[in-house]
């Protein structure tokens, strides 16, 4: 099945986006607010691009959509879910800046495939099987091994779980706004309006919380020079990887494609591991024997629910 393939292509990409992500974070001249208004700024280049493509070569490139018929229903959909999906990334960046990554991915990510589940079921009449119900039971229990840091130290659910729990509550409104957008446009059409939704929210953003992300100083000691190309190579990752995640939504089940997010959480503790010896102050990552204990026990657990999940769909 095609879209398996893609999404673990997509997790991939996300896992090493997820890493530039906590280097650039942890450097003294990115802050969440640029960031987001950054890949909202992006988004909306992406779809603007797109767009006067259309109008230019519609018959050549078979992208003649813009007036394709009502549904303007679809459309707002699409729109929304570019909107939350800003929303989710500000709140995870935001947490990404206090709390070692490889502890908020799989903890956000533990929680996205139950809302979305939820989601599904009311909003896109998706039928809950009992299999499902068991393997979301997993999939939080594995949530809560992962995040394990030690005795003296709280876990990553403490005065952080409101940002975790709003970033997972948008990535999964995100999820099926899409693919509701995607059950009745063509594929480019929905990501278009969507990377419009991007741009909107990314501006949006910046200009409420310019001032207050501005006055704030790093108490980072680290230093880490962001370049240009490091910013551009990151993003394009992320890109890849996020097209790749979309196209698997499109094809297939929103549900199974997001609880297949175990892959990912392998790829970024590999990345990790790799980047800390070149990084470890930025990245900040320390693992005893108890943690990776306790983490191994995690993804054991969630590789497990992503298995029951996936039985018998």
Do not use: C
């Not at 957008?181 to 309006?193: C, R």
């Not at 020079?225 to 698997?248: E, K």
């Amino acid at each position: 099945m095609l879209w398996i393939y893609l999404a673990i292509g997509g997790y991939f990409f996300l896992a090493l986006a997820a890493l530039g992500d906590r280097l650039l974070l942890a450097s003294s001249t990115v802050d969440p607010v640029k960031y987001v208004f950054l890949i909202g700024v992006l988004g909306g280049v992406g779809a603007s691009i797109i767009s006067a493509v259309n109008f230019i070569l519609p018959d050549l490139l078979g992208l003649n959509f813009i007036f394709s018929g009502n549904y303007l229903y679809a459309f707002a959909s699409a729109f929304a879910a570019g909107i939350f999906y800003v929303l989710a990334l500000f709140a995870y960046f935001s947490i990404l800046n206090k709390v070692e990554s490889s502890r908020v991915v799989p903890s956000i990510g533990a929680l996205i495939p139950l809302f979305t589940l939820i989601f599904a079921a009311i909003f896109l009449r998706q039928e809950i099987i009992s299999y499902h119900l068991l393997a979301f039971l997993v999939l939080v229990s594995g949530a809560f091994f992962v995040s394990y840091k030690d005795r003296k130290s709280s876990l990553v659910f403490d005065k952080n779980i409101v940002l975790i729990l709003f970033a997972a509550l948008f990535f999964s409104v995100h999820f099926i706004l899409v693919k509701n957008a995607y059950n009745h446009l063509p594929f480019i059409e929905a990501l278009v309006f969507m990377q419009f939704g991007f741009a909107f929210a990314g501006f949006a953003l910046y200009a409420l919380f310019k001032k207050k992300y501005s006055a704030q100083t790093s108490k980072n000691t680290a230093s880490f020079a962001v370049s240009p190309l490091f910013v551009f190579v990151n993003q394009f990752f992320g890109l890849i990887g996020g097209g790749l995640l979309q196209y698997a939504i499109f094809k297939g089940n929103v549900v199974l494609v997001n609880a297949m997010q175990g892959i990912q959480y392998a790829f970024l503790f590999l990345a990790l591991f790799i980047g800390s010896y070149f990084w470890a102050k930025l990245l900040n990552e320390s693992y005893s024997r108890r943690m990776l204990f306790m983490k191994l026990i995690g993804v054991i657990l969630i590789a497990s629910g992503i298995a029951l999940i996936s039985f018998k769909s």
